[in-house]
Each structure stands twice: as structure tokens, then as C-alpha cells.
């Protein structure tokens, strides 16, 4: 996963304070100066090096291409709006997103419901080219601009006592036809993970995507990226943060625990009840290009295995 670092930003740079007021246009400000500013060099978190382009994962470059743009913003589940990926493309844009805040509370010293661009003004916007493997068998390489979860929570500083973090996605019914329709889940979205998923280097919340502002079909305006996840733990649209005692019943696992586990590690090993997790499909890669092999913790083991290493991960999807 790239990281590109901005350098110093001069004083004309500085962010004018009317667009700090305009949600959409801070982002989009935020978002040129990173990338105007990353260097030729890319760093890569667990000390690995490549150059610009190139995917790392467990200490090597491996030369993978992103996905294009066209297909990561037109290759979307989000089924608030439509079980269709294309339908939900179009029918997002109704999302408004403009004010937005998040609330977070639970086990923490300083909750509260904050406005986006007060989390993003204590923030570094980075660029974070991870694998997405999704549950579905196929697979994208994405940009991601955005920024480690684990320094938002220790801003509100989290007790002793939180052992879980809980997200809720936004609830719309009136503009979220299968919200409105009790589809499928029970409504509004809810993801977890355990305090030290959330606080890990990795765990992204990110605001953009190729450099820009991040597509209502992708989240927009803020969502969760956990790259040795699959990819539905990577709620989109988030609300609110709650940190808990207690492991949450998450929107999938409470429907069908068996194939949507709370864990949801990617692991090849273990199946879907009707398909194999063994491969998947590289989107964008081309017809007659066969599947990859698809790896454990999405590649990300060197980084991530450690938070496992006392569970049995073939009882745990």
C-alpha cells in the first residue's frame, strides 16, 4: 500500500476560509494539496519502498495496476439504494452530503458530534493504494486519500473499557428506496471491529479516491477502508463512531453469520456457502486473463496476522 507524503505547504497555500466553510471545496483543497505535493519517492507503511504506481504488500512491489477510475466509481454495492451496482451509481447521487458530521460517543473521554471539516482539520491527507477483495470473488486496486482511523479515536479518547468500535452508516429512507422498503437488512448499516483492528496503521477513513473527492457511490463523504478485510466491512457514508464493552451485531452477521462473520479476514480457505474463495477476478485485468490466487489477509499478513495469533482462523470467516 502507497503512501505519498506532502511537503511543506507555504503560506500561499494555505486553505482560504471560505472554502474552509464549503464542506465539498475544503476536501477538494485538501485533496490537491497532497497530491501536488507528494514526492517521486512513495512510503510505504511497514518500512516498504516502491515507486509511484506500484502496489506494495508483505515487503514487495508487485508491479499491480490500479483499477481505472471509470470502473472503481461504476462497480459499486451499496444496497441502501439498489441491488444493482449500476442502479445504486446513479440513484447515490441523491445523497446529500453537504453539511456533514459524525457523532461519536461510548466509552470515550471526549465525545461529541463533530463537523466533517473539524475531523479533517486535525488530519494529514495521504494517498493509500491497498487491494480491495470483496466477498463476491472479485477484486480492485484503489487510490484512497484519506487518513488512519486510530488517530480520530485518540482524540476522544478512548477508555479502558472500549473493546469494540461501532459504525452506523446514514439512515434516509426517504431518499434509500431499500431502506424505505426494509430490504434485505436491518436498516441503517452497521459495521465493527475490535479496538485494535480500528487503531491499527491500516485502518483507513477516507474522503477520496484518484486524487479527487470521494463519489457518492463510493462512500462519500466519509467511509471505512480495512484492506485485509473483505470489502463489505467497509461501511460507506458513516454517522457515527461508538466505542463499546462489547462486540456489536453488524448489519451481515446478523443476517447470515455463517457466510458475513464479524471477522471477516479474507482467507481463501475458508468458503462462501455457494462459491469457493479460493480466486477471484482481478476487475479491469481483461477477459482472458485468468483469476488470481487469492491470498490470506488480502496480502496484508506481514502487517496484520499478529491480531490473530491466538484464534483458529478456520472457524472464523
Known sequence: MIIKTKKNISGNEITDPQVFRDRRKLIKALLALTTAGSGIGSVFAASDYAEPGRLAHNGLANNLVLTPKGLIQNYTNYYEFSFNKQDATKLAQKLPIDPWSVEISGEVEKGGVFNLEDILSGQTLQEYIYRFRCVEAWSMVIP??????????????????????????????????????????????????????????????????????????????????????????????????????????????????????????????????????????????????????????????????????????????
Do not use: C
Request: net charge positive.
Open 144 to 317: 484512497w486519500m484519506g487518513f488512519p482511523l486510530g488517530g480520530l479515536l485518540k482524540r476522544a479518547q478512548p477508555l479502558s473499557t472500549a473493546k469494540f468500535v461501532k459504525f452506523t452508516s446514514v439512515y434516509l429512507p426517504e431518499i434509500m428506496p431499500n431502506q424505505k422498503n426494509d430490504a434485505m437488512l436491518d436498516w441503517p448499516y452497521v459495521e465493527g471491529l475490535r479496538i485494535d483492528e480500528a487503531m491499527h496503521p491500516l485502518t483507513l477513513l477516507a474522503v477520496g479516491v484518484y486524487g479527487d473527492t470521494l463519489p457518492k457511490q463510493n462512500g462519500a463523504p466519509l467511509r471505512l477502508v480495512v484492506p485485509w478485510k473483505y470489502g463489505f466491512k467497509s461501511i460507506k457514508a458513516i454517522v457515527k463512531i461508538e466505542l463499546l464493552k462489547r462486540a456489536p451485531i453488524t448489519s451481515w452477521s446478523g443476517f447470515a453469520p455463517k457466510d458475513y462473520g464479524f471477522y471477516a479476514n479474507v482467507n481463501p480457505s475458508v468458503p462462501h456457502s455457494r462459491w469457493s474463495q479460493y480466486s477471484e477476478r482481478v476487475l479491469g485485468s481483461g477477459f482472458f486473463t485468468p483469476r488470481r490466487e487469492t491470498e490470506l489477509f488480502n496480502g496484508y499478513g506481514e502487517q496484520v496476522a499478529g491480531l490473530y495469533k491466538h484464534m483458529d482462523l478456520h472457524h472464523f470467516f
